[in-house]
């Protein structure tokens, strides 16, 4: 077993779609990024990678290459796969940070978009929202969405067979 850890931050400006998850989300402002801005993705990918030790998302998908301009993280989280595709995911669970908008009506279309992504369960894919409680700078005042995510991998060489009290 190997867990992972990612984090992203994305200010949100006027005039760009504010996409977590894969999902769109109604907002008068969206994540100023190279990609589609998708924290929550982000995140996720970075987490993955983590715990197969291979890196970051800036090393695979550099912001400056122009293939990935406005591209889907999705996609990312796609290409993401075929990297740690030694390893089978158990669970994901990510923590998304935003002021002014509520996400909770848009949380299970999240967790159900990464499970058809992840091809995953979705009891093991988590996403929960929290607001910066109006503190944190940008985070608190809504000009910003932060994202955390963890994950658990399992080697794929690995057995899940147990003989008594010992994994074999
Ligand atoms: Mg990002």
């Given at each position: 077993?190997r867990?992972g850890?990612g984090?992203d931050?994305?200010?949100?400006?006027?005039?760009?779609?504010?996409i977590?998850?894969?999902?769109?989300?109604?907002?008068?402002?969206?994540?100023?990024a190279?990609?589609d801005?998708?924290?929550?993705?982000?995140?996720l990918?970075?987490?993955?990678?983590?715990?197969?030790a291979?890196?970051?998302i800036?090393t695979h998908?550099p912001?400056?290459?122009?293939?990935?301009?406005?591209?889907d993280s999705?996609l990312?989280?796609?290409k993401?796969l075929?990297?740690?595709?030694?390893y089978?995911i158990?669970?994901?669970?990510?923590?998304?940070v935003?002021?002014?908008?509520?996400?909770?009506?848009?949380?299970?279309?999240?967790?159900?978009?990464?499970?058809?992504?992840?091809?995953?369960p979705v009891?093991?894919v988590s996403v929960?929202?929290k607001t910066?409680e109006?503190?944190l700078?940008?985070?608190?005042?809504?000009e910003?969405?932060?994202a955390m995510?963890s994950?658990?991998?399992?080697?794929k060489?690995?057995?899940?067979?147990?003989?008594?009290?010992q994994?074999?």
């Open positions: 077993m867990t850890t984090w931050i994305h200010r949100l400006i006027s005039g760009r779609p504010l977590l998850a894969g999902v769109p989300i109604p907002s008068d402002r969206g994540a100023d190279h990609s801005g998708d924290a929550a993705i982000h995140a990918i970075d987490a993955l990678l983590g715990a197969a291979l890196g970051d800036g998908f912001p400056g290459d122009d293939a990935f301009k406005d591209i999705a990312l989280l796609k993401t075929s990297l740690i595709s030694d089978r158990i669970n994901i669970d990510i923590t998304i935003l002021q002014n908008i509520r996400l909770a009506p848009h949380i299970s279309e999240m967790r159900e978009r990464l499970a058809i992504l992840l091809d995953l009891t093991a929960k929202a910066a109006k503190l700078g940008e985070l608190g005042t809504g910003a969405v932060e995510a994950v658990l991998l399992q080697e060489t690995v057995s899940l067979e147990t003989e008594g009290d994994w074999v």
